[in-house]
Nanobody, 113 residues
Framework: QVQLVESGGGLVQPGGSLTLSCAASGISVAGTAMVWYRQAPGKQRELVAS???????YYYDLVEGRFTISRDGAKNTLYLQMNSLKPEDTAVYYCNTFPVGAWGQGTQVTVSS
């Protein structure tokens, strides 16, 4: 059974940084295509970043150059490094496999002064 647990969210000022973590069990993140999504209040869930089972990555236009997706096979954990955060990045962030499976609880990111 696949279980993904997101953590690392919080309140940060505009221009700040956060690193989200996604601890996985039941799969090996090193050999699995993985994604980060986010959902802001009143909006649909949107794809933020993805990484293939190899090393190819994809980023949503609005986060490219500011966010970095990566993984640590030894820790079986997926990461999302977020820099230069903006108020419009405020959302609940979710990790998942690709194709997506069941959603976890996500982690709240709030960017506000």
């Amino acid at each position: 059974q696949v279980q993904l647990v997101e953590s690392g969210g919080g309140l940060v000022q505009p221009g700040g940084s956060l690193t989200l973590s996604c601890a996985a069990s039941g799969i090996s993140v090193a050999g699995t295509a993985m994604v980060w999504y986010r959902q802001a209040p009143g909006k649909q869930r949107e794809l933020v970043a993805s990484i293939t089972s190899g090393t190819n990555t994809y980023y949503y236009d609005l986060v490219e150059g500011r966010f970095t997706i990566s993984r640590d096979g030894a820790k079986n954990t997926l990461y999302l490094q977020m820099n230069s955060l903006k108020p419009e990045d405020t959302a609940v962030y979710y990790c998942n496999t690709f194709p997506v499976g069941a959603w976890g609880q996500g982690t709240q990111v709030t960017v506000s002064s």
